[in-house]
């Protein structure tokens, strides 16, 4: 019973093991898919970041802080992150929507007469580049949430291949080897009670041969 058992729990987990490992595979795949997307984004949002800051400090040498800060307290862009969810090989993965609204089509708060041109750039970058920004902190926190799962199931992968399989396999070799043992004993004994019984008989009928 304990035989049967365990050979049971050895095609489960070897089952287990081929699917774990399929869905390892898949994730990795989905991964690699992701982390390249990252990098493209990465890349147009530095680019941009870069000339937004140098824009901006051009700006802020040509103009006085209290100026800026009162030309930019008073935004007229309005922002609103809705934030879903997708299933992603078992992974529930975010999905940002920004929804970024302007009443009038100006994103300038301000007047142009005590302000710079380059504050003018460095807002046009920024406006530019917040899509790719909520863009790009979807896809971080996707990369870093599949990299976690790859984690897990390399783990769960590892403890079937090298502890539990090998473990069950053990087991079962030790008590296929101790049935075995078993039956030979019994034939042993078998054999060796047909024996007596011939001897018996061959012993019988001597006696009657005698009388």
Do not use: C, W
Not at 143 to 153: G, P, S, Y
């Amino acid at each position: 019973m304990e035989l049967t058992k365990l050979k049971k729990r050895l095609k489960t987990a070897k089952r287990g093991h081929k699917l774990l490992k399929d869905k390892r595979d898949e994730l990795m795949k989905q991964f690699l898919s992701v982390v390249k997307e990252n990098m493209e984004i990465r890349k147009r949002v530095e680019k941009a970041v870069i000339k937004l800051n140098e824009n901006f400090t051009i700006a802020s040498a040509a103009t006085s802080y209290k100026v800026i800060e009162e030309s930019l307290i008073y935004p007229k862009l309005t922002a609103e992150l809705s934030v879903k969810s997708k299933n992603l090989m078992s992974v529930n993965v975010p999905l940002f929507d920004a929804d970024i609204s302007n009443e009038n089509g100006d994103i300038y708060s301000y007047g142009f007469a005590f302000t710079s041109g380059e504050l003018d750039s460095a807002l046009d970058y920024l406006q530019n580049i917040l899509p790719d920004l909520i863009k790009l902190a979807e896809i971080e926190k996707t990369a870093n949430m599949l990299a976690d799962e790859i984690e897990k199931t390399r783990r769960r992968v590892n403890a079937l291949e090298y502890i539990m399989i090998p473990d069950i396999e053990t087991n079962i070799r030790s008590i296929t080897m101790k049935l075995e043992e078993n039956e030979r004993g019994n034939l042993t004994r078998l054999m060796k009670v047909k024996s007596m019984m011939i001897e018996e008989k061959i012993k019988a009928s001597e006696n009657l041969g005698a009388q």
